[in-house]
């Protein structure tokens, strides 16, 4: 008998839906898109109103025949891909390639994959939105327009061997990197004096309790400093006055997709991608609701489960019923918050995905729980020689109320200036207070913190600029383009100065700090700041956060049928287009050169600049008698910072790192990059491999390595000659000395019979191919 054939994403969403439906239904995975716009062209017909080519890849061939074959044999064919914008594009061309009526065939979606939530879609199917449909066309046919016509503007523009790409909301994403680095670079600190002391009371007991107090003012001054405590010699403290106020505290929402990935990088430390993965597999595996949503909605069944959880856990005083609202004004209410799909489940098994569902889980909790009721104590401590004024803070945790679950975590940013409040022992105004200690400590301003994976879609998301499905890709696309790069920083010391009064005297210590290191942080390269320099200066509007945001909102508006995508495009597209012929004329080639000074030894200039195969300095003029030597930049250096001194040092590399069979190892950088020279051979090393700290072992097995590769090359060669039989990437060919020869189609089955006659034979009577021919091309004189 024939089954109803249900078409979901992935595999893992198929198996579960299938114990839920049971016989009736045959449930299959089309692995994602089933379609792409044709690589081969720009993919998209600009005459034809930018209608998109559609292909299917080869990969996906076999899963859309065996999909078709059973499409013909079922009953109904149901379509079940994910509740966005994509799965409602997927829907749509799985229709197309599978000859199904889009106005007729019943697609259905759900945010959980529980039994009520896919029982109740089943009953209610509707049909594909094509205006969901429309919208993610818009943004796919937008998006490879602009990556087609800027990214063969940047190979010519910009110097780099490597094929350089753009892409609309990627370069944005950059931008924001880059413009972030050069506040960084730009800051200066500026340092004050904040006033610390410890004061001792009795407690109820009598017993002695010594507690901080630091000044309501910074001092601006070390001179400044010394005076007031010169001022507080002999003096008396004395409490003036003592504030208790209420506070409280109230939970953060449950999960949209960019919170959870925030605080999945706080908490967990995941990327964003792992968070987005981990995610996937739990609602696939039916444990949470759908994770791609910017909604802080909870269903009416959610909200009632999360009630139970908490008056039997902790009881009917924890719970407080709240409704929170979106900020984003476009985001769906109609469907939910992130949320496990059964609350009674606290934990599960899985080790890999276990964190990020009690994370999920303690968060939707907390989100319906009753405020944290503080009480906050706030001392104002007077000193008898001064007007200056110290203040003593502590705060009293009453009930802890969400706090006993959850509190949502911070990012580097909002750490500054925060003092932690603790206890503070009972006290009376005009109580004289003794004070144990009393110093200045030298204080600097903090730069910006650079961005994390996690509070770059925070940024994003505040500038309204990409949407839930797009914040991972965007994260990985611009580290994959090498124009951005996750990395850790190491910290350097600082000395920074402390005063103390002891007695009536002032001294003056100098203690060290480490600052600056970082952990996970993104760091733009060379390369990302020069094609954003590059782009900013020609593509104003592609990089202007504002007109960003807006194509977004054009977005929606075509989701919500209010405005045809082809007119959106062609809004977009025409002055675009201009922009980019106009700069394909004018715009001159970008090196990102910096001038650094002279060499003191050779008087040659010397320039930090993009070459061919990344940032390097070089010393000299290509168009000089002499030709330049170059260097690359060691991976935390960077064109716009480099010093002259920094420069020259990397000239001064040439490591000997040891002997392998008795020929010494020696470690250089080269125009292409570093190398290992033995034996009278060059081995480029690893991008992995560190020049200025790879050792021995590391370098010999990679040097193996290589040799062995090169003898797998080898198919014969000839002793007392230089001619030698080789492999290559095309088929087998010849090579004497520094020239190759092409084998005749004769020869192309069977080259290990070759003999040196008939190899000679055939060098002589055919030209040289590869580098040395066009090299002997160039040097040839023009016969006119």
């Known amino acids: 008998m024939a089954k109803n054939l249900l078409i979901v994403e992935s595999p893992a969403k198929a198996k579960t839906i299938q114990k839920i439906l049971g016989d009736e239904f045959e449930i299959k995975s089309c692995f994602g898109h089933i379609r792409d716009l044709d690589k081969e062209e720009m993919g998209v017909d600009i005459e034809r109103n930018y209608q998109p080519i559609y292909v299917i890849p080869p990969e996906k061939k076999k899963i859309v025949e065996d999909l078709k074959k059973l499409a013909q044999k079922a009953k109904e064919v149901w379509l079940a891909t994910d509740e966005d914008r994509e799965g409602e594009a997927i829907s749509w061309h799985l229709a197309e390639v599978l000859g199904l009526d889009p106005l007729t065939t019943k697609r259905i979606v759900f945010h959980e994959i529980t039994k009520p939530a896919i029982e109740k879609a089943v009953q209610q199917p509707r049909t594909i939105d094509m205006n969901l449909v429309n919208a993610q066309q818009a943004r796919r046919v937008l998006d490879r327009l602009v990556g087609f016509e800027l990214s063969p503007l940047l190979w010519r523009k910009v110097s780099m061997k490597n094929a350089l790409s753009a892409g609309r909301v990627q370069s944005v994403a950059v931008r924001l990197i880059v413009e972030r680095e050069r506040e960084i670079q730009a800051f200066k600190p500026e340092s004050s004096f904040q006033v610390e002391a410890i004061f001792s009371a009795p407690d109820a007991r009598g017993k002695e309790w010594n507690f901080k107090a630091v000044g309501q003012n910074k001092i601006p001054s070390a001179e400044e400093a010394r005076n007031f405590l010169n001022s507080c010699a002999g003096a008396r403290y004395e409490v003036k006055d003592i504030e208790i106020k209420p506070a409280k505290r109230s939970p953060a929402p449950p999960f949209t997709t960019s919170t959870l990935q925030q605080e999945a990088s706080r908490k967990l430390g995941y990327s964003v991608a792992k968070t987005m993965l981990l995610a996937q597999k739990l609602y696939e595996n039916g444990q949470i609701t759908y994770m791609r949503t910017d909604s802080v909605n909870l269903s009416d069944t959610a909200h009632e489960a999360i009630r139970n959880v908490i008056h039997q856990q902790y009881g009917k005083d924890y719970y407080q019923h709240r409704v929170f609202k979106n900020k984003n004004e476009n985001a769906q209410e109609a469907h939910e918050a992130i949320r496990p799909t059964d609350m009674n489940v606290v934990t599960i098994p899985d080790a890999d995905t276990r964190k990020l569902y009690e994370l999920i889980w303690k968060r939707t909790v907390a989100s319906?729980?009753?405020?944290?009721?503080?009480?906050?104590?706030?001392?104002?401590?007077?000193?008898?020689?001064?007007?200056?004024?110290?203040?003593?803070?502590?705060?009293?945790?009453?009930?802890?109320?969400?706090?006993?679950?959850?509190?949502?975590?911070?990012?580097?940013?909002?750490?500054?200036?925060?003092?932690?409040?603790?206890?503070?022992?009972?006290?009376?105004?005009?109580?004289?207070?003794?004070l144990v200690s009393l110093q200045a400590v030298e204080k600097f301003t903090r730069p910006p913190a650079r961005y994390t994976e996690a509070s770059l879609v925070k940024k994003l998301e505040e500038l309204g600029i990409g949407r839930p499905s797009t914040y991972a890709p965007i994260i990985s696309t611009i580290q994959k383009r090498k124009y951005v790069e996750k990395r850790d920083k190491e910290g350097t010391p600082r000395p920074y100065r402390i005063f103390a009064l002891q007695g009536n005297e002032i001294s003056e210590q100098v203690a060290e700090e480490i600052v600056g290191a970082e952990k996970g942080k993104l760091f733009p390269t060379d390369l990302g700041m020069l094609v954003t320099d590059f782009l900013n200066q020609y593509f104003e509007n592609i990089m202007d956060y504002g007109f960003t945001a807006k194509i977004e909102e054009e977005f929606d508006e075509i989701a919500r049928g209010r405005k045809p995508w082809n007119q959106m495009i062609d809004q977009f597209y025409k002055p675009f287009h201009q922009e980019v012929e106009k700069t394909l004329e004018t715009a001159e080639k970008v090196k990102g050169e910096r001038y650094l000074g002279d060499d003191p030894q050779t008087g040659k200039p010397v320039y930090a600049r993009m070459g061919r195969y990344g940032p390097m300095v070089q010393i000299g003029q290509a168009d000089g008698q002499e030709k330049p030597r170059f260097a690359k930049l060691k991976k935390e250096q960077s064109i716009e910072t480099i010093t002259l001194e920094e420069a020259l040092e990397l000239f001064k590399l040439p490591r000997s790192i040891g002997e392998i069979d008795g020929k010494e190892v020696v470690i250089n950088i080269g125009r292409y990059g570093p190398y290992a020279l033995y034996d009278g051979k060059f081995y480029s090393l690893r991008k992995d491999m560190d020049p200025y700290t790879v050792e021995l072992d590391e370098v010999a097995a990679w040097i193996a390595e290589k040799q062995a590769d090169s003898d797998k090359k080898i198919i014969k060669q000839f002793e007392g000659s230089d001619i030698q039989i080789l492999r290559g990437p095309y088929g087998p060919y010849l090579k004497k000395g520094n020239q190759n020869y092409r084998l005749p189609k004769e020869w192309q089955d069977k080259p290990e019979q070759l003999t040196l006659e008939i190899c000679e034979q055939i060098i002589?009577?055919?030209?040289?191919?590869?580098?040395?021919?066009r090299a002997a091309r160039r040097n040839t004189p023009s016969k006119k």
Do not use: C, W
């Open 368 to 434: 319906q729980m009753s405020d944290a009721q503080l009480e906050k104590t706030i001392v104002h401590i007077g000193i008898s020689t001064s007007a200056y004024e110290l203040i003593a803070t502590g705060e009293v945790l009453k009930f802890d109320g969400f706090l006993k679950v959850y509190l949502e975590g911070k990012d580097d940013d909002e750490h500054e200036n925060e003092e932690a409040a603790g206890m503070l022992p009972p006290m009376q105004k005009g109580q004289v207070l003794r």
């Open 764 to 773: 002589q009577s055919t030209p040289a191919s590869g580098k040395t021919r």
